[in-house]
């Protein structure tokens, strides 16, 4: 149980378009979902925590306007990254926190800006 | 810095035990996890202790936590090549947000 999915695994996209990372909580209701960031040989970065139904609160130094995040329903949050550049290529990471209390975590994606 | 830290590298030969180190500062953590990241994939929840606890076993996993020091380990009895991957350590405080605080990871390397 608490399995969250993780969509596309990996995506190659051009500078200056947009992209959409979707994340949903399989069989539980997820109403907090976490989104997180890996540069290379590095840890996890909280960018943003998005909440069911509300606005998402960002981390400081994250651009809200870039990184757009929606929390629509209860299985379901997005995370598109706007006008996407190089720099934005990373491995993103969702989690969501499940009724027990614990985190779990989509497979990320890889994104990749040319 | 960091508020989570681990040491970056740790090699060990197959059918020993792995230990792998944590430091963390803030005293009010309430759960404190270890999760396992393999190449290109998501993070697996290998086991979690409340702050409460000193010692958590889970069949080869050994989780020490010294609260004092604020210190936690994770030992991995018999390692074996598919414990290759990367191990992250992470606290919770335990608010209204339930965020994670992740320390930089451990790659641990097998060696036959």
């Known amino acids: 149980g608490a399995v969250v999915s993780q969509h596309p695994s990996r995506v190659i996209c051009k500078s200056g378009t947009s992209v959409k990372i979707e994340c949903r909580s399989l069989?539980?209701?997820?109403?907090?979902m976490f989104w997180y960031r890996q540069f290379p040989k590095k840890s996890l970065m909280l960018m943003a925590t998005s909440n069911e139904g509300s606005k998402a609160t960002y981390e400081q130094g994250v651009e809200k306007d870039k990184f757009l995040i929606n929390h629509a329903s209860l299985t379901l949050s997005t995370l598109t990254v706007t006008s996407a550049h190089p720099e934005d290529s990373s491995f993103y990471i969702c989690s969501a926190r499940t009724r027990s209390g614990g985190y779990t975590f989509g497979s990320g994606t890889r994104l990749t800006v040319v | 810095g960091e508020d989570v830290e681990q040491s970056l590298f740790l090699s060990v030969r197959e059918g020993d035990s792995s230990v792998i180190n944590c430091t963390y500062t803030d005293s009010s953590s309430t759960y404190l996890y270890w999760y396992k990241q393999e190449p290109g994939a998501g993070l697996q929840l290998l086991t979690y202790i409340f702050s409460n606890m000193d010692m958590k076993q889970d069949q080869r996993l050994t989780v020490l936590l010294n609260k004092k020091d604020k210190h936690l380990s994770l030992r991995i009895a018999d390692t074996q090549t598919g414990d290759s991957a990367i191990y992250f350590c992470a606290e919770s405080t335990g608010d209204s947000w339930g965020k994670l605080q992740f320390g930089a990871g451990t790659q641990v390397v097998v060696t036959p």
């Open positions: 069989d539980f209701q997820a109403t907090t």
